[in-house]
């Protein structure tokens, strides 16, 4: 599996510097641009143009409170995007976005009928308040409840007749097997890649960026704000309960029996770097390494979250693996269960499962 | 010591043998001729069991064939194929000793009476100053040598031997052949081997049984087969039968210019199946 | 070359032959491959991801016989590592490679095909599916603290080979040619029902294919009564039968003539060896090229007599598949590789060698 992803942060300050220059934006659109998550305005006139910049601008506004050191605040509107752009509640269509592996994406109209083949954009979507709009998800797409009652699509292995069967106005991908955008767009359907995010560092912020983004594409700009500024407080709340912290326990996050775990550089292993916990699994160059059982043992984690609880592993099995019992975490008694689905799943619900590992690490703090 | 009634045997619809019968005794050599595709050699694999028999029955000894296990079969009979395979990275002596088989026991591995027996059939088949050689680098002669001596070691009352004389020349044939006739008069084995040559088999043989189309169309003292109207009507051709000045036993050759013409008069070419 | 043995022949006297067939006993050849295989067990145990010393290695260890203590002074944390951990993977890396040489062995010889490995005729098809449908399972599949994946494992791996050897069968003989075929739809079969499986369960795949793949990181001294029960009466029967896989190397009808009961023979040891390779399969995996390389190298050294060529393919199975396995676990520490890739990356370039100095066909 191959992730075509983005650098949110860097792509951000890219972005941010682009809007305050509209010149040295609109001459160089490709390299930077095309790797942006989001908000590349390239269709649609002048005057469209400057209001996506108003909303591009607004969409901004909380990212770059949290994420990018702008000396200039991001609060401080340009005399152009005046504040009747900020004003405006309707998204206009036509609207081009440029999504996560750089194709633009043009969408005519506000989509009515979504096939959404990927779990974490589903979410996103219910969340915001454009589940109406949804007609098809991914088998995987099983939260929330309401979502698995539309119709089922296979997300790995998507079948071109399937999806153009149930007649969508826009298509979500989170991965683009053999080029199946091209396929859709040429069969007139609009197609978006949003991309998976797991690689991306800045796992939490780029989240964000998703929300906001399937805000502006469905019209429910201020739902995505308003969750995405929910999702920003809770996060906050719990950096500010660690903000004494120098360093967490170390953790070992078991992804399979097989012993997989998450390294730092994946998304769930940024949630664990903002609990400030140790992950043993760093030092390797893969984002979901196989541990060998004596570096775990020897590395000798004090806090084991299980996310293969759903398939026959539990603390008790942990326990019983041999050689395993004199680890901190098993002598201890901290080896907890997580549901794979809100940890791995950059949608939503990934500030629930920081919560959870964040009760887990630091019980003392969090009840 | 051997004795075959009335045996028919086929492959799916093709009929190899039928209602086939004989006898041989102990010190006796018979030879089994004919034509290609007679019956010869599937007579040898219906004695071995190889292939299973429709109708009539094959005792040894006494025993009927299908009461033997295999081992005791081989016991029994010694095979001369062939045309054997024998991988090129077996040494001779890797191969003679194979013929101990049948006398040894999962647990057993061969041991000083089983080398001596080897060492007595290479030297008997000369072949004993090959013992160390690989089967890759010897002759045609040789290699079928080395497959008699195996035979031999195998120390079976019974030898069955299946164009034993077929790759060798003049000397070696008759060194073979010798040896078998040897084995049979002095040392009680009963023999039967097909051979091709008419002449080669009524010298060294006994008696002689002619098989064509799979039934026995002669049998008795080779002066007896070896007529020329049954040689005629067998092989199509026409064939000049005299005796041999020192033993007195037929000597068959084909007469040359009609033989053409008398294939012509038999049908077709295609009776001859290889 | 000459260092390998008895390469050099001029002309042998048949007094000179005779003596070293009677002179070619197996033991000495089989210490030195015991030898190596202690060897490689040893440095296998010196050496892991966790930094140990060789010496506190050593104490751990000699301390498990009666009346030692030598570690005590040593952290719990090593002991659980030498003794839980990486001497029960030393010890399966070696069981699984001897067993899988052993396999492969005496497949080529039954089937006389240099190609055959033990997973000709369905063993591995049949362990991957059986173990794949397992994992995919949204049933748990550990009861009582077993995984049930070997066991499913083994069971799918004998019944692909039983089915291939009915299907194979033309009245009271079964053709090795036809076996082999049947083998072949029979692992196709297989396959491809694992791969639907394991696409209508995307979330499982990566567990799946590192099952398949193979590996020891989760060797535990239990397991090793998952293997030896097979591994052990299968590896008796076909030592038996070295004699008799040599007869069979010649066609079917001259071994049947010299005495061998071809049928019965080769049922026991594809059985034989069926059930140890699908033991075997179970607790590590489908580990490719142990089984098909080890016995020709072996081969290719000392020659094709089967009576030294078994335990010789296993003490260096056994001892090949140790070392891989170290790499394994060392070369991308503290990740793992699939041992598989290990197996073929470095067996592969040394069997060409032994090839390429050996001129004359072995097989």
């Known amino acids: ?367 | 010591m051997l004795e075959v009634r009335d045996l028919t045997v086929a492959y799916g619809k093709l009929v190899a043998l039928r209602q086939v019968s004989l006898s041989l005794g102990a010190g006796e050599l018979l030879g089994v001729v004919g034509p290609n595709g007679s019956g010869k050699s599937t007579l040898i694999r219906a004695i071995t069991r190889l292939v299973r028999p429709l109708g009539g029955y094959i005792r040894l000894d006494g025993k009927e064939l299908g009461s033997l296990s295999q081992r005791e079969l081989a016991r029994w009979a010694a095979v001369v194929p062939q045309r054997p395979y024998l991988p090129d990275v077996f040494t001779v002596l890797e191969v003679a000793l194979m013929g101990r088989t049948p006398h040894l026991g999962l647990l057993q591995s061969e041991g000083r009476a089983d080398l001596a027996a080897v060492r007595r059939a290479l030297e008997q088949t000369d072949t004993w100053q090959l013992a160390g050689r690989r089967m890759g680098e010897l002759s045609g002669g040789e290699r079928q040598r080395v497959v008699v001596a195996r035979a031999l070691a195998q120390e079976t009352p019974l030898l069955l031997l299946d164009e034993p004389t077929a790759h060798l020349d003049m000397g070696h044939q008759a060194a073979v052949l010798d040896l078998v006739r040897q084995l049979c008069r002095g040392e009680g084995k009963a023999g039967l081997a097909a051979i091709h040559d008419l002449s080669l088999a009524s010298q060294y043989c006994d008696r002689l049984v002619m098989l064509n189309e799979g039934r026995i169309v002669g049998e008795g003292e080779p002066e007896e087969v070896l007529s020329p109207q049954l040689l005629a009507s067998v092989y199509g051709t026409r064939v000049s039968v005299f005796s041999h000045p020192l033993t007195g036993r037929p000597v068959v050759t084909p007469m040359s210019g009609d033989s053409r013409a008398g294939l012509e008069a038999r049908g077709s070419v295609g009776t001859f199946r290889s | 070359m000459r260092l390998f043995g008895s390469a050099a022949r001029v002309e042998p006297s048949p007094e000179a032959a005779f003596a070293a067939l009677l002179g070619r006993a197996l033991w000495p050849r089989l210490a030195v491959g015991l030898g190596a295989l202690l060897g490689a067990a040893m440095l296998a145990a010196a050496i892991g991801p966790a930094d140990i010393p060789a010496d506190a290695t050593a104490r751990i260890i000699l301390s498990r016989l009666p009346g030692v203590s030598l570690a005590d002074s040593l952290p719990q944390s090593w002991r659980d590592i030498v003794w839980e951990v990486r001497l029960p993977r030393v010890v399966m890396a070696g069981l699984v490679g001897a067993t899988l040489a052993l396999s492969g062995a005496t497949y080529q010889a039954v089937f006389r095909n240099p190609l055959a490995d033990p997973y000709l005729i369905g063993v591995a098809a049949g362990a991957g599916l059986g173990a794949t449908a397992v994992i995919v399972s949204p049933l748990d599949y550990t009861v009582g603290g077993v995984s049930l994946v070997p066991l499913a494992a083994f069971g799918g791996a004998l019944t692909a080979v039983a089915l291939a050897y009915a299907l194979a069968r033309v009245g009271r003989t079964v053709p090795t040619v036809t076996l082999i075929l049947a083998g072949v739809a029979i692992s196709s079969i297989a396959t491809s029902a694992m791969s639907f499986l394991m696409i209508n369960n995307s979330q499982r795949v990566h567990t799946t294919l590192t099952w398949i793949l193979g590996g020891f990181n989760l060797s535990e001294w239990g397991k090793l009564w998952w293997v030896l029960p097979y591994v052990l009466p299968a590896a008796f029967i076909i030592l038996l039968y070295g004699r008799i896989l040599n007869v069979l190397q010649l066609d079917e009808e001259q071994a049947q003539q010299l005495g061998v009961n071809v049928e019965r023979v080769k049922l026991l040891l594809l059985g034989a060896a069926s059930l140890a390779a699908a033991a075997a399969v179970s607790v590590s995996g489908i580990i490719g090229f142990v089984g098909l390389i080890v016995p020709h190298a072996v081969r290719l050294i000392w020659g094709p007599d089967y009576r030294q060529l078994l335990p010789m393919s296993m003490v260096l199975g056994g001892a090949f598949l140790i070392l891989a396995d170290l790499l394994a676990r060392t070369v991308n520490s503290p990740s793992e590789i699939p041992v598989g890739i290990i197996t073929a990356f470095c067996g592969a370039p040394f069997f060409l060698y032994l090839l390429r100095m050996r001129q004359r066909a072995v097989f």
């Open chain 1, 1 to 367: 599996m191959r992730w075509k992803s983005t650098r949110a942060l860097a792509g951000l300050k890219a972005r941010v510097c682009c809007f305050f220059c509209p010149k040295v934006y609109s001459k160089s659109p490709s390299p930077i641009s095309r790797r942006g998550t989001f908000c590349v305005p390239q269709k649609g006139g002048d005057v469209i143009s400057l209001v996506q910049r108003g909303l591009l601008l607004l969409a901004l506004v909380g990212v770059l409170a949290v994420a990018v050191a702008c000396e200039d605040g991001g609060g401080e509107p340009t005399p152009k995007a005046s504040p009747t752009v900020l004003a405006a509640v309707q998204v206009p269509y036509p609207q081009s976005i440029v999504d996560t592996v750089g194709r633009e994406v043009t969408m005519e109209a506000q989509p009515q009928r979504i096939a959404s083949l990927s779990p974490a954009a589903t979410e996103i979507l219910f969340a915001i308040g454009a589940g109406d709009q949804v007609i098809a998800v991914d088998m995987y797409s099983n939260y929330p409840e309401e979502a698995t009652t539309r119709q089922q699509l296979d997300a790995f292995q998507p079948n071109l007749e399937a999806i153009a069967g149930v007649g969508p106005d826009l298509v979500l991908l989170f991965y683009d097997p053999e080029e199946l955008s091209d396929s859709l767009e040429r069969l007139g359907i609009t197609t978006a890649v949003l991309g998976s995010i797991e690689e991306t560092p800045e796992s939490v912020e780029a989240v964000f960026d998703q929300i906001r983004l399937l805000g502006q594409m469905t019209d429910h700009v201020q739902e995505a704000e308003d969750l995405v500024a929910e999702m920003q407080d809770r996060v906050d709340a719990i950096e500010e309960a660690l903000a004494d912290v120098e360093q967490g326990p170390r953790i070992f996050h078991e992804v399979d029996a097989m012993l997989y775990t998450a390294a730092p550089d994946s998304f769930v292993g940024g949630l664990y770097k903002i609990l400030k916990a140790q992950n043993i699994a760093a030092g390797t160059d893969q984002p979901f390494p196989q541990l060998s059982q004596e570096v775990i043992i020897e590395r000798d984690p004090e806090v084991i979250i299980l996310a293969d609880g759903g398939y026959g592993e539990s603390p008790d099995t942990v326990k019983g693996r041999p050689g395993w019992g004199n680890i901190s975490a098993v002598r201890n008694d901290r080896i907890f269960v997580i549901d794979p689905d809100i940890v791995s799943r950059p949608g939503p619900r990934c500030v629930e499962a920081l919560e959870a590992l964040a009760a887990y690490l630091y019980p003392e703090r969090f009840e």
